[in-house]
């Protein structure tokens, strides 16, 4: 009896160590380093003069933020920035509570927006994040969005640039 009872005894404790290593693992950060970020909307397909799509690129290294704009994937207006050392804390701490990497677009749908997070690690997307203005995101990552959006102080300006057809 006294045999039957270790064993029972050890496989429960094999058992609660297999559990409290999941817990663990669980509980940890899955969120990936990174060097840069990329953000970009791609606005719905309408007229050239009213399209405005960007990529926000942020380059943790050299601590520049550039924005560029473009009429489909006509370059129409940029700038760059420079990102502070609080930026950079305050993007990190964000880019942690970010959803995890998924798609979440509407098959079929026309006319809608695209937004795209990707975090880059050494050159090589580590995270990529898509939605289409059909489907939501968090609020977390709804804070990141608009924290990265405003490292670009005159992104509405670059925006309403005009666009002269070629």
């Not at 305050?90 to 809608?112: F, Q, V, Y």
């Not at 795209?116 to 609020?139: F, Q, Y």
Request: charge should be neutral; hydrophobic fraction near 35%.
């Amino acid at each position: 009896m006294d045999n039957l009872l270790k064993m029972k005894y050890l496989t429960l404790s094999k058992t609660m160590l297999v559990f409290a290593l999941f817990i663990f693992t669980s509980c940890m950060s899955t969120q990936p380093t990174f060097d840069r970020v990329e953000y970009r909307y791609q606005d719905a397909s309408v007229p050239p003069k009213y399209h405005r799509s960007y990529t926000i690129d942020i380059d943790a290294t050299a601590k520049t933020i550039k924005a560029d704009v473009d009429v489909y994937n006509k370059p129409l207006a940029n700038a760059t920035h420079t990102l502070s050392e609080a930026d950079l804390k305050k993007l990190t701490d964000l880019a942690s509570k970010i959803e995890a990497p998924t798609t979440k677009t509407t098959k079929g749908a026309t006319g809608t927006k695209t937004f795209i997070i990707r975090l880059h690690n050494a050159g090589k997307p580590t995270h990529e994040l898509i939605w289409d203005s059909m489907n939501t995101v968090n609020a977390d990552t709804e804070a990141f969005v608009t924290f990265v959006k405003s490292l670009v102080p005159n992104l509405d300006e670059l925006r309403q640039t005009e666009y002269k057809p070629e």
